[in-house]
């Protein structure tokens, strides 16, 4: 037995959107080669957390080096929180499903936020456009499992987690989902396209097409994100702390106020200012471990599936405030990610006008969700 469903299928019939979602909690083996960062102490005070931040940030260095002093496996059962959304009108063909992993800061909600009853929700669209989807609580945040921030809550031990979801959904192991898909689509967000990449390279097989959202392969822009995020330990960062089902332990970072969220996610004047309130109070925190392998990606990808990047034009973290830069080796630093997959049978890059990082909570990014669903189409997935 590797794996098994908790407790009952929680029902959402929403009324405002035209969808059944389930909530589950999936357990599943993981076991990844990680690396042991013992050069550093897990940083355990808020002056710890700026620290850190100065010496990840400290020109001419590699902190990853710095703090990395080998490599150890590391292996548990853990448990993935996710929620499955199904149309209420069921296509009669073949389940396509989007496997939706989301970034720094966020957590499975990114996808179906709330706000605004639903309207800026990319599971409503996709939903509308033929797919189910599957959200999920990235391994150690969320409601997923937690766990130890320096050693083991690292992307190594994420990017397993995700593998283990996606074989485990493919061959119909997971109860209360009946339908096998018939084609996956992984679908990432920031560090979650970082891993939906990693994906890709070691288990090409789990994929049939690729679509990368706020993502680059020039890491020029890394500290902007590092420096601009003001990191402070999330146990002691009020916003997190009032929320009663948060408990993350120290060396779990979080940006430390509104105006760092908005500095790192957010295009000024083009989102509704409550959408940034909503996003700073239900904020999600980071590990240091995390941090120290978000750049850790393999060079390039032998998926042959297609693939789609899309970034806001106004993104910080992975275009420095402009992905229309050509980033010295391509007609965009968006367009660039294709040096990356040789192997792919159909490439496109968009820009996403008058948007930062965060795509999902500006006004205009049900017309992004549109550019991503139409791409799909063209290579097969989905419906008009
Ligand atoms: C399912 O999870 C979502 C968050 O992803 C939450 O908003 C909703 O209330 C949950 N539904 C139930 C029935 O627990
Ligand atoms: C900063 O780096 C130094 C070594 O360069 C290390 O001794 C120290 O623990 C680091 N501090 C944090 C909080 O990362
Ligand atoms: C920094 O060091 C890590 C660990 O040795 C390595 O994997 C990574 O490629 C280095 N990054 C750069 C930009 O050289
Ligand atoms: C998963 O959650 C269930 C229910 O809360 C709990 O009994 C079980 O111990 C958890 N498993 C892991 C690996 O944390
Ligand atoms: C959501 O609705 C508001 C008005 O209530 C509108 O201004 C905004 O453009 C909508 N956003 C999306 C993503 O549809
Ligand atoms: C986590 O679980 C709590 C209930 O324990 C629920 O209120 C919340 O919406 C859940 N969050 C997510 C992201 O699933
Ligand atoms: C489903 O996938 C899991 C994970 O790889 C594997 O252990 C299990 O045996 C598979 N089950 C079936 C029915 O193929
Ligand atoms: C939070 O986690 C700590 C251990 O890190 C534990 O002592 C405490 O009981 C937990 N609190 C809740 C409310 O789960
Ligand atoms: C990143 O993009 C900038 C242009 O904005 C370019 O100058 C730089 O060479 C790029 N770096 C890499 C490593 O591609
Ligand atoms: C909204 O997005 C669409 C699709 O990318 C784009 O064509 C349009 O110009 C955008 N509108 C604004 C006001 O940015």
Known sequence: MVSS????????????????????????????????????????????????????????????????????????????????????KPTSDGVNLQILTHGVGFDKTYWDLPFNNYNYSYVDYALSRGYHTLSYDRLGLGNSSHGEPKN?????????????ITRLIRNGSVPGINQKPSKVIHVG????????YALSAKYPDLSDALVLTGFSLNASYNSLFLAGANFQQARLNRAVVDRKTSNYSLGYLTNANSGNNEYL?????????????????????????????????P???????????????????????????????ATSIAAGVKLAFPSTKAFSAYIQPNTGHGLNLHYNATAGYKQIADFLQQHGFGKK
């Open 265 to 297: 996610f957010f295009y000024p004047e083009h989102f509704d200012p409550k959408i940034l309130a909503f996003a700073e109070q239900t904020k999600q925190p980071v590990t240091v471990g995390e941090l120290l392998t978000i750049a850790s990606v």
């Open 299 to 329: 060079s390039g990808s032998e998926f042959t599936g297609p693939v789609f990047v899309i970034d806001g034009a106004n993104d910080l973290p992975f275009c420095g405030g402009d992905c229309t830069a050509t980033g010295g080796t």
């Open 152 to 164: 083991e809550i690292q992307s190594f031990l994420e990017v397993e987690a995700l593998a283990q």
């Open 189 to 196: 967000h920031s560090f979650g396209s970082a891993q939906t």
């Open 5 to 88: 469903t908790i407790g009952l299928w929680l029902l959402t019939a929403g009324i405002v959107s035209a969808k059944t979602c389930y909530n589950t909690t999936i357990e599943v083996p993981v076991s990844s080669r990680n690396a042991v960062f013992n050069g550093i102490k897990t940083p355990v005070t808020n002056q710890d957390a700026t620290a850190f931040a100065l010496n990840a940030t400290r020109q001419g260095g590699n902190f990853t080096e710095t703090a990395l002093t080998g490599y150890a496996t590391v292996s548990g059962h853990y448990n993935i929180s996710a929620q499955y959304c199904v149309p209420n």
